[in-house]
């Protein structure tokens, strides 16, 4: 369950965020909504892998963490074992909203989720200065939040794009473990890399004036991170 209230510093003066990496705290996640944006930061650590609705075509790009629901290989006794945690699991327990007064235009709002593990009065990261001004974890947050929102508003015409020039297709690994156990990978596309590279000069110069072959490649260059899920799955094995 979530309950989902707007931030503000009055009734959440005291509001603490716990901010180490657990299942406990909701860390156990195979893998999480990423935008293009961001491709450039995940691509070191995280296979970058996209979503299609199989009714409405909708596509969404993901970061993966896991090769099984539920599996976090990341997460160990000591934290998050990468320098770069997904914008979208480093802004938990907040989540952007829009508010709009009448006679004004939108404005964008910060949530927080009352139910999360993560809230405190009494451990973690404080929200509020004493005075009612944002700490800088705070500010943080809303630095994420606001990159998140313009991923997202500007993700839609990236995945149209792609979309229209074939360059997703269907991945499925099968995955063989030190335990004699098989992984199945399955339900997720990747970019076709043959495809991309035999763009001809004007599809390219389309890609490349809208600003999406360094998101492309970073998305093909993360493929090589599946071999570090792997051997991080068989280490946990043993």
Known sequence: MTQHVLLNNVDHKDLRIITERSAALGDAIMSCVTFPTEFRDLQAHYPILFQKDPNSGAIQAVALMGLTKGENLFLTGAGWD????????????????????????????????????????????????????STEYLEQITAILDRLHMGASTSGDFYSTIDSYGLLEPLAVEIDLKDGSTNRLVGFHAINEEKLYGLDGAALGVLNEKGYLQPLYMAVASLSNLRDLIERKNRILG
């Not at 938990?92 to 939108?106: A, D, H, L, S, T």
């Not at 999360?116 to 200065?129: D, I, K, N």
């Open 82 to 133: 990468a320098h770069y945690v997904p914008m979208v699991v480093e802004m938990q327990p907040f989540v952007i909203g829009m508010q709009q007064r009448p006679g004004e235009e939108p404005q964008t709002v910060v949530h927080v989720d009352m139910d999360s593990p993560r809230v405190s009065t009494t451990e973690g990261q404080p929200v509020f200065l004493p005075k009612g001004g």
